[in-house]
Nanobody, 134 residues
Framework: QLQLVESGGGLVQPGGSLRLSCVASGFTLDDYAIGWFRQAPGKEREGVSCISSVDEDTYYVDSVKGRFTLSRDNAENTVYLQMNSLKPEDTAVYYC???????????????????????????WGQGTQVTVSS
């Protein structure tokens, strides 16, 4: 079965940290550009970060720069999002996505990550809830 499964979400106090994991099964993650997205209640889904397949170029939207770090462990077929200095506005459901072609995390920006070849093929996880509250 081809799927992505996120984990690692939870309740954390402001200033705390969480590490989200995204594990792929049924396909090889390092052939794909990987992105993390989030959706807060009543808001549209927004991109957070992405990493390319080959050169591992990594981008972050301004709201998380310096606080979040995306990494990939190809041997484990897993991608991680380390989130530090969390703020209440980071509260959202977080999703990982794998794109065999290209993946843009922010419209109008140059934040595009690339997979292996042009394609519409992509996979999304079911999401994990992150709540930042005291």
């Amino acid at each position: 079965q081809l799927q992505l499964v996120e984990s690692g979400g939870g309740l954390v106090q402001p200033g705390g940290s969480l590490r989200l994991s995204c594990v792929a099964s049924g396909f090889t993650l390092d052939d794909y550009a990987i992105g993390w997205f989030r959706q807060a209640p009543g808001k549209e889904r927004e991109g957070v970060s992405c990493i390319s397949s080959v050169d591992e170029d990594t981008y972050y939207v301004d709201s998380v720069k310096g606080r979040f770090t995306l990494s990939r462990d190809n041997a484990e077929n897993t991608v991680y999002l380390q989130m530090n200095s969390l703020k209440p506005e980071d509260t959202a459901v977080y999703y990982c996505a794998a794109y065999f072609g290209s993946l843009r995390i922010s419209e109008g920006s140059g934040y595009v990550c690339y997979g292996t070849a042009p394609s519409e093929l992509n996979y999304w996880g079911q999401g994990t809830q992150v709540t930042v509250s005291s």
